[in-house]
């Protein structure tokens, strides 16, 4: 069974850090592809950043050059660097594991960007 738990949110001024772990079990975590995404009050969940089994990386626009995703296939985690946050950064950060059209979510971890 697939397991996904995300740790390192909660209260941060705006300009501050957080870095996002999603620890993995249950899966060959080295050939999946990890993703986080989040959803603020009353919107949909977005894409946040990916990254391939390869390291290929992939970060929307909103985030790119603040943001940095990345894994460590030894720990079957994935990471997300977040400087310089905006209070529009608020929301839930889910991580997902993907491989061959199906996918695993974790239950979350709340991001609040307020001074």
């Known amino acids: 069974q697939v397991q996904l738990v995300e740790s390192g949110g909660g209260l941060v001024q705006p300009g501050g850090s957080l870095r996002l772990s999603c620890a993995a079990s249950?899966?060959?975590?080295?050939?999946?592809?990890m993703g986080w995404y989040r959803q603020a009050p009353g919107q949909q969940r977005d894409l946040v950043a990916i990254?391939?089994?390869?390291?290929?990386?992939n970060h929307v626009d909103s985030v790119k050059g603040r943001f940095t995703i990345s894994r460590d296939n030894a720990k079957s985690t994935v990471y997300l660097q977040m400087n310089s946050l905006k209070p529009e950064d608020t929301a839930v950060y889910y991580c997902?594991?993907?491989?061959?059209?199906?996918?695993?979510w974790g239950q979350g971890t709340q991001v609040t960007v307020s001074s």
């Open positions: 990254i391939t089994s390869g390291g290929t990386t």
């Open positions: 997902y594991a993907g491989r061959g059209g199906r996918g695993s």
């Open positions: 249950g899966i060959i975590f080295s050939i999946y592809t």
